[in-house]
Structures are given as C-alpha cells and as structure tokens.
C-alpha cells in the first residue's frame, strides 16, 4: 500500500511538471503569413549607423561570456550601477513608432537620436541631438518614444527618469514630463519611463516601468490625470491582478483608443479604454512580449508582438487573442532578430521589427503587398 501511495505521489507530481513545462512552451501560429522580407531597406546614407559604431558580440559569444562570468561568480549583469547612473553601451534601436504618413521613426541608441525613414526606405529627417532643457539626451538611456497626431515627436530618456516633446522638425523642446535626473512616482517625477503613447485629445499614457510599476495619464499639458497600478505603483509594487504590474513595458493603441499595454515580466497584454479602464486580459502560453504594434487607422482587428522569447514576431487577432501568423528566430541573419524590441505596421500592412543587439530594422510585406511590387 505505501508503495502505491508513493508511486501515485510521484506520478502525480511528474504529471502536474509535465503539464507546467507544456503549458509555458512557447507556441507559435500554424503559418508564417507569407510575410516576405524587404531586402536591403533602410538605405543608410554613408557615415551614419544604428547604435554602437563598433557592434556587439553575437549572441553565441555573449552567452559564452556570461557563462565565464558565472562560472567565476562573477553573476550575469555585473556590479550594480550607482544611484542616477544609467548603462553606458546600450546597442541598436530601442523602439519604433509611424504616423499617419507612413513615417518611421527610429528611437536609435547612436548618434542620430531619432532618424525618420519613409515606407521606401529613404532617410527624410533626424534629430534629438541637441540641448533639452539644459541636458544633452543619452542616446544610451533612450528607451522608445512615439509621434502624435499632429506631428509632435516624443522621446523617452529613461534613465533620466524624463520624457522631452520636440515640434515637428524636432527643433523646439515644447515639454517634458518628469524631473531630469530625479526619480520618484508622482505627479512629477517618474523611475525609469519605458513606452508612450497619445491620444487624438492630446492626452499621453506612460508606462512606467522598469523602477515603478504603474501606468500613468496625463493630459496634453502635462497635467496628471490618473495612474492605474497596485497600491502607489513603486518599485515594489509588483503584482498580477487586474491593473497590477511587472514591468509595464510598451503600448498600442485601435480604432477606438482602447490601450494595448504589455505587462513585460507578467507575460501579458491589458486592455484599458481611453479613460484606463480595465477591459481583458490577452496571454499567449510561453510567450514574452516585448513591444506591440497596431496599424495608426487601428481598425483591422491585428495587432504585431515582438517576442523576446525564441526572438520571434507574431501577428495577433486582436478579437481572440489568437496568434495567425508567427515568423523570425534568433540570429543575424535575414528574417532573424537578437533582441527584437520594436514593431510596428504601415497602412499597407508592411511589417517594420527592429533589435537592440542587432543593430537594425527589417522591413516585412504580407502576400497582397509583396505580389503588387
């Protein structure tokens, strides 16, 4: 009899591992969607460049790196950084966003802050570089950004604990949100901003993420509206119900401004309406969403997910949660991504994904796109 109670015991136990492990696998669409990649775009003008000019190592060689540190006790990530001191060698592009030109703007961590192409490829405008408000930007610190309605273009210094509204020429600072420099999660401060986005009334949703863990409103002024977290949103604030956070990372908005937000280490998507309030939830077994794009028109029922895990891109309905169309894998090669950490989609339904460790931004077009060129 004891031996049955242990042997049941034990199977049950392996059955309950098996049934965790299935469950996280992650899991892909039946079919890449046909998507093609567009060879050779952008066109870099000579002398110019995404991120380090010196690139990093490929994932191969920093695994094996990190794996010599750990095995010298030396940890993954190395000493912490002193208090207000951000990372110094932060590579590639750290976030993209499109208007209603089909304009793509590069968040890039290099010399050119941000950089703006046209669907063909062609650069049509840079900038960011200059003084604002008395502080140069980092581009090392520079963590996304994104472009309103009429044009204005907002850039994230995360680790200025900052964002900076520039015209559309990006030559005037219009406002900043958050104090340069100084963190906290009030009204007026923030701890290391991750993602932006604006509604067509002006008002601006920041999740604030990667030191508190809260989603913030704020009118076009500047003027604070709302947040939406688990107790103050602060460092510790971590949670996983409704409207709680780990790690609220990028957002998307649709058609009728429903908000898309990625809860990074949670592995999920919340929907909030335009006012933040809560709607559903979309979770999609074993993956880590990083970035999510929608169309700007926001009305074809898709959403594009940059997934971190297995460096993938998906394309999601947006009714069911369900992933169509699942493409990329990690590498450097065409189609591949390291670190895939920007995404968005043009008018056409082309398919823009951009990387932090690889230094760049590939361009996808679906079938009807791909046939007609």
């Not at 995360?158 to 520039?166: E, G, N, S, W």
């Not at 009204?187 to 913030?216: C, E, K, M, Q, W």
């Not at 809560?278 to 028109?297: A, C, Q, T």
């Amino acid at each position: 009899m004891r031996r049955l109670i242990l042997f049941s015991t034990a199977a049950l136990t392996l059955c309950v591992a098996f049934a965790t492990a299935s469950a996280q696998a992650p899991v892909s669409a039946p079919t890449d969607g046909g998507y093609k990649l567009v060879p050779n775009w952008p066109t870099l003008p000579p002398g110019d460049f995404f991120g380090l000019k010196t690139p990093p190592p490929p994932p191969a060689e920093r695994e094996a790196q990190a794996a010599a540190r750990r095995a010298t006790g030396g940890g993954g990530g190395g000493a912490p950084r002193p208090a207000g001191q951000g990372p110094t060698n932060q590579p590639g592009i750290s976030g993209l966003a499109i208007d209603q030109n089909d304009h793509i703007y590069v968040f890039n961590r290099g010399a050119k802050p941000v950089m703006v192409f046209n669907a063909d490829g062609k650069l049509i405008a840079s900038g960011g570089d200059q003084d604002l408000n008395g502080k140069k930007l980092d581009p090392n610190w520079q963590h996304s950004g994104t472009v309103d309605w009429d044009g204005n273009v907002y850039m994230i210094e995360r680790d200025a604990h900052r964002i900076v509204k520039l015209s559309p020429k990006m030559d005037k600072v219009l406002m900043q949100l958050g104090t340069t420099n100084v963190k906290g999660n009030d009204a007026t401060h923030f701890d290391l901003p991750s993602g932006i986005a604006v509604l067509h009334n002006g008002n601006i949703i920041v999740t604030d993420g990667y030191g508190n863990n809260r989603v913030v409103m704020f009118d076009k002024s500047g003027k604070f509206i709302k947040q939406v977290a688990k107790g103050a949103g602060g460092p510790t604030d971590k949670g996983k119900g409704i409207g709680e956070w780990d790690l609220p990372h990028k957002l998307a908005v649709d058609a009728q401004e429903n908000l898309y937000i990625i809860d990074r280490e949670g592995h999920r998507v919340q929907v909030f309406d335009k006012n933040l309030n809560y709607l559903r939830e979309i979770n999609v077994p074993g993956w880590n969403p990083w970035d999510i794009g929608i169309s700007r028109k926001g009305d074809d029922g898709f959403a594009y997910i940059a997934d971190h895990a297995l460096e993938r891109v998906h394309k999601l309905s947006l009714k069911d949660g369900k992933l169509v169309a699942t493409w990329g894998k990690q590498g450097w090669g065409p189609g591949e991504f390291d670190w895939v950490h920007g995404i968005v989609v043009d008018s056409k339904g082309a398919v823009y994904a951009a990387d932090t460790y690889g230094q760049r931004i590939q361009k996808f077009v679906p079938p009807t796109v791909a046939g007609s060129r």
